[in-house]
Nanobody, 119 residues
């Protein structure tokens, strides 16, 4: 069993900041990448940022959001600055990992945390 537990969402005014955290626990052999996706009402889930052998950001968050990892703690963070109303969404943590040497890599997801940017 693998669990991803997110924290740090909430309500913030435009221009404000939030920091999301996600800790992976359970039967983990190795983690290839961790990242964040988001889904706004009526829209498809989209990549925000991920960190593996390379780091990727959605164009809409470049320069405002920063992803980081603590590999010793199997934790990924998302520092979100200069937040805009269009950043409002449920943010999901993702980990691409292997539970043992023989199993293939696969995606695991957190339960999601709401981020609302509003005055």
């Amino acid at each position: 069993q693998v669990q991803l537990v997110e924290s740090g969402g909430g309500l913030v005014q435009p221009g404000g900041s939030l920091r999301l955290s996600c800790a992976a626990s359970g039967n983990i052999f190795s983690i290839n990448a961790m990242g964040w996706y988001r889904q706004a009402p009526g829209k498809q889930r989209e990549l925000v940022a991920n960190s593996g052998s390379v780091t990727n950001y959605a164009d809409s968050v470049k320069g405002r959001f920063t992803i980081s990892r603590d590999n010793a703690k199997n934790t990924v963070y998302l520092q979100m600055n200069s937040l805009k109303p269009e950043d409002t969404a449920v943010y999901y943590c993702n980990a691409f990992l292997r539970v043992n040497y023989y199993n293939p890599l696969r995606d695991y997801w957190g339960q999601g945390t709401q981020v609302t940017v509003s005055s």
